[in-house]
């Protein structure tokens, strides 16, 4: 059965009806947003719907909501992933995986010294513990190289570029409608490929299939992708 999981914790409309219809969470731990309350939240959620637990770490960039690239010591960056990380574990008891947010998961789908941050983070605070991220990315190369387990992720709800990263927000067609969503959701269910911002077809492997809780219509997304895969 296709995992399906969204980005919480955040704030956004209408998330109490989001949670019944995942299997996974990946919850934002203070660094863009969240606090206690939120994180405890979330946890008791997941509890109550059988949803599998994660953290969503992202730069400590709250007044940018973690969607901008920041300068850091890598020192620095570590020790506010195991900070963030930490925080939501205490919450919640365990994690069930991991995935950076924003600019942080932008960034280190390219930029290997980053995403090895990320990974002694992660190994830090538990090293059972599975990182999120595409199969192509360097965080998904710097995990296997660290011998992390690995959650290869799609995205349903966003425009890929040919190289295989997300289209930027502010790209025309970057966000996909409802529609547009359940479509490429077949698509990769089907064939394991989307059809990227220039046309072309690119493989994606992976496994979970994720809805960004943060945009308009996520919850009609959500049920129209379950529809059309008969979850």
């Known amino acids: ?12 409309p209408r998330e109490s009806e989001i949670w019944p219809l995942i299997h996974s969470a990946n919850v934002a ?3 863009h947003i969240g606090d206690e309350a939120s994180m405890h939240e979330a946890a008791q959620l997941a509890l109550r719907y059988n949803v599998r637990l994660g953290a969503h770490p992202s ?7 973690g969607r901008r690239s920041m300068s850091m010591a890598p020192a620095a960056l570590r020790e506010s992933l195991i900070a963030q990380l930490t925080s939501l574990r205490e919450i919640a008891g365990a994690l069930h995986h991991v995935k950076p947010h924003g600019a942080l998961y932008n960034e280190a789908h390219r930029d290997r010294a980053l995403a090895e941050i990320i990974v002694d983070a992660l190994r830090t605070v538990d090293a059972s513990v599975a990182l999120v991220c595409a199969a192509t990315s360097q965080m998904a190369a710097a995990a296997h190289a660290a011998h992390t387990p690995v959650i290869r992720e799609a995205f349903a709800d966003r425009r890929y570029a040919p190289d295989g990263s997300l289209a930027p927000r502010s790209d025309p067609g970057a966000l996909l409608n409802v529609a547009e969503a359940a479509e490429q959701a077949e698509l990769l269910a089907e064939d394991g490929v ?5 046309g072309t077809t690119l493989l994606v492997p992976f496994d979970t299939l994720c809805i960004h ?8 997304r959500l049920q129209a992708i ?6």
Not at 1 to 12: R, Y
Not at 194 to 198: A, G, L
Not at 226 to 231: F, K, N
């Open 1 to 12: 059965m296709i995992d399906l999981s969204a980005d919480l914790g955040e704030g956004s």
């Open 29 to 31: 731990c203070g660094g």
């Open 59 to 65: 730069y400590p960039d709250r007044e940018n909501f």
């Open 194 to 198: 989307v059809i990227t911002s220039d």
């Open 213 to 220: 809780a943060d945009m308009e219509h996520a919850v009609e």
């Open 226 to 231: 379950r529809t059309r895969l008969g979850i």
